[in-house]
């Protein structure tokens, strides 16, 4: 199984994102411009500060010719992850609801903060459980998500108010679930020596899934 491993200018997270995925098993590739992403049987968009964040996180990323790609692939229902900017973009490419806006403090956060699951029926979040409390670290500037008049499919939410997200929201999936975006970062706590092994079953659960090991429901 081979996934793609989106890389934009100002991208940081490729390598931790590319480690994470070869760890359980993936082979992973990284893909820097526009080209047939068909051959890959997944998509993910690692955390950064594409383009340095001009005009707001994700804008300009989000109209790069392998936006198109993307779009096509998403539509094929393939899985697609977009982590911390990689959720900015995809929020920007229009293919999840809502708008991630600057932190209440105005401040950059990193540290690490606990989560909630909600929904395990993606093919990301099978091996976890609904209700289960993970623990992953947030490195952002804009990671307020505001849903405006939408109800999104939420997949995680945080156990307490760090950034005034509506309702707690910390990562959505798209209505039928191929589509996975959260702020908090699992490929940084993917090994205890990392300080954390939470965000593993998230890329185990996405190897099961295209094994065939794991059906989801939308």
Not at 116 to 124: A, R
Request: aromatic share 10%; proline share 6%; with cysteine.
């Amino acid at each position: 199984m081979k996934v793609a491993v989106i890389v934009f200018p100002g991208s940081n997270c490729d390598r931790d994102l590319y480690h994470a995925l070869r760890y359980v098993g993936l082979e992973a590739e990284y893909v820097y411009k526009r080209r047939d992403l068909d051959e890959f049987d997944a998509i993910t968009i690692p955390g950064g500060f594409s383009y340095g964040d001009y005009l707001r996180p994700g804008a300009v990323a989000a109209r790069e010719e392998i936006g198109e790609e993307i779009k096509r692939e998403a539509g094929k229902g393939k899985p697609i992850l977009g982590i911390c900017n990689g959720f900015q973009i995809l929020v920007e490419m229009g293919l999840l609801p809502g708008a991630l806006l600057q932190n209440p403090s105005g401040k950059f956060t990193c540290k690490w903060i606990e989560i909630e699951v909600v929904d395990n029926q993606t093919p990301f979040t099978s091996l976890y459980k609904p209700g289960e409390r993970l623990r992953l670290p947030i490195a952002n500037g804009f990671g307020r998500y505001v849903k405006g008049n939408l109800e999104p499919r939420v997949v995680f939410r945080y156990t307490e108010d760090i950034n005034e997200s509506d309702d707690l929201i910390a990562g959505i999936a798209s209505q039928d679930g191929n589509i996975l975006a959260l702020m908090p970062h699992p490929e940084r706590a993917y090994q205890r020596i990392l300080g954390g092994e939470d965000g593993l079953r998230l890329f185990q659960s996405l190897k099961l899934f295209l094994e065939g090991k794991r059906s989801v429901s939308k």
